[in-house]
C-alpha cells in the first residue's frame, strides 16, 4: 500500500479498510436479493415468514453470546465505556424477543413449532465458538459488530428515499434501519477500531477471518430464508 493510503486506512480505521477490501462479501450481505426484494416490493412473503421464524431462534441464541462479549469487556476492556455500549446492546434484545413474538402472531408463524435449519445451526454454532475464555474480546467484539451493521445496512436500505417496502414489513426494517441502532453500530466499530489498533498481528487476522466468517454466514442466512 502506498504511505498517503496507509495513513488514510489509518485515519479512517481498519474496519473501513476491511469493508473496502472485502466489499464484494459486504455487498452480497448487505444488498441480497431478498433485501432488495423487500425493498422493490416484490417480496415473497412465505420467504419473510421463514426469515421471521429461523431469526427469532438466531436470536436467543444471539443473546448468551452478546453477553459473552459484555463479560470480555468486563474483564479485558481498556475503555470503561465499552460495558456501558455493550450493556445497552443487550438490554434492547429484550424488547427484539418481545417483538418477535408479535410479528409472528401478526403473521401467523407459530414459533413453537419452528424447527432451526442447517445454515441457522451453523450460525449458532459459529457464536458459540467465540464464547469461550480462550477468545480475545477484540475479535469478539468484531464478529458482534459485523452482525449488527449487516443488518443495519441492509434494513437502512429499505427505508431509502424510493424504496417501495410494503407497509406492513416498514416496522421490520425500523428495527435494525432506525438512527439508533445506526448509532449503536457505530459505538460498536469505534470500539472495534480502537482495539484493532493495539492488537497483535495474530489478533488482527483472527478478527479479520472473524468478519469474513460473519460474511458468509449472513449470506447463508438470506440465501436459506429466501428458500
Ligand atoms: C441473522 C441475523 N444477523 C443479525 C441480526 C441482528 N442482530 C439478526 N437478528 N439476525
Known sequence: MEAGLEQLAEAEGTTATWLKKHH???TAATRHPLILSIR?????LDSFKRWLGQDYLFV???????????????????????????????????????????EASKWGVVL??????????D?????????GPDVEYTVAITA??????????SFAHCLEEGSRTPPELAETCQRW??????????SLQKIVDRRLLRAT?????????????????EVEFWNMSQG
Open 201 to 217: 498481528d495474530e489478533e488482527l487476522k483472527k478478527a479479520e477471518v472473524a468478519l469474513l466468517r460473519v460474511l458468509e454466514h
Open 177 to 186: 434501519g432506525n438512527e439508533g441502532f445506526g448509532q449503536y453500530c457505530q
Open 123 to 131: 450460525y449458532c454454532r459459529f457464536l458459540e465458538s467465540l464464547m
Open 144 to 153: 458482534l459488530w459485523a452482525i449488527e451493521v449487516i443488518y443495519q445496512q
Open 60 to 102: 436467543r441464541a444471539f443473546v448468551p453470546f452478546v453477553s459473552s462479549v459484555l463479560l470480555k469487556a468486563c474483564r479485558e476492556s481498556d475503555n470503561n465505556s465499552d460495558m456501558e455500549v455493550l450493556l445497552s446492546g443487550l438490554a434492547s434484545l429484550n424488547g427484539e424477543i418481545k417483538w418477535f413474538k408479535k
Open 40 to 44: 422493490d416490493g416484490s417480496i415473497d
Open 24 to 26: 464484494l462479501m459486504y
Open 112 to 121: 413453537s413449532s419452528i424447527v432451526p435449519q442447517k445454515v441457522n445451526q
